[in-house]
């Protein structure tokens, strides 16, 4: 197959590395998820990833916590994470940098947008953790703005569901899934796509997003080269 993307943003949830196990790094899951890219990556795909860090820690859910605090702890556990893919990436030989929003030198490099495009345009991958750098932003949020940033042709958001719905498939059986949405529909039927920044900034920035199951890794190439699965937004 030939692929119909030049360069993608992969979005991996912090929960699709931690397989069966539901939590931490399971990192047999994390080298059968990294298999399709390097797929891409010797096709000619431009591949830069933004991970999550729920499989960590959520924020959100932190209770009487400060709401700064532990956003900067999630942004810490989105670290971890970047740290496994690339070791995972550079295992199956695939030439990995892992860039962070907040400086931690020792580990990885600053994010740099022009250091991240050229290290694109050598094909290399390029993992963004650290979301944002920012509380109160999502890892959503931040695979929108780094997608805008490197030009990206479109966010691969890799989840635990096959598509979108217009109800949660989880508790409704009769949930009917969707293969195109506009992100006007997004927003009129209140679609749990991205959150409402993300979302914004890529139908401002004409991003398509294609959301599809990570149950089945290989579902990165398919997309890639433009077969027909999950759901489509532009």
């Not at 050598?122 to 979301?131: A, I, N, Y």
Request: charged share 25%; glycine share 10%; proline share 3%.
């Amino acid at each position: 197959m030939e692929p119909k993307y030049k360069r993608v943003l992969l979005k991996l949830s912090g929960e699709s590395l931690a397989g069966n196990q539901k939590s931490g790094i399971d990192f047999e899951t994390v080298l059968k998820i990294c298999e399709p890219i390097k797929k891409c990556v010797d096709m000619g795909v431009e591949v830069a990833i933004v991970v999550g860090g729920g499989n960590f820690w959520r924020g959100r859910t932190s209770g009487k916590m400060d709401r700064t605090r532990a956003d900067h702890m999630g942004m810490l556990a989105t670290a971890i994470n970047a740290l496994g893919v690339c070791d995972a990436l550079e295992q199956l030989g695939v030439d990995t940098r892992v860039q962070t929003a907040i400086s931690m030198r020792e580990i990885a490099e600053p994010y740099i947008r022009g250091k991240a495009i050229r290290h694109l345009e050598k094909g290399r991958v390029v993992v963004f953790g650290c979301g944002t750098g920012n509380p109160f932003f999502s890892t959503d949020s931040a695979a929108s703005l780094r997608a805008a940033e490197i030009e990206a042709d479109i966010i691969l958001k890799a989840t635990m569901v096959d598509g979108v719905y217009d109800c949660d498939p989880k508790t409704n059986e009769n949930a009917v899934k969707y293969d195109n949405l506009s992100f006007g529909e997004v927003v009129e039927k209140q679609l749990k796509v991205m959150d409402g920044t993300a979302a914004t900034m890529c139908r401002e920035n004409d991003i398509p997003i294609l959301v599809f199951s990570i149950d089945r890794p290989m579902n990165i190439y398919d997309a890639v080269c433009g077969e027909g699965i999950g759901t489509l937004v532009n």
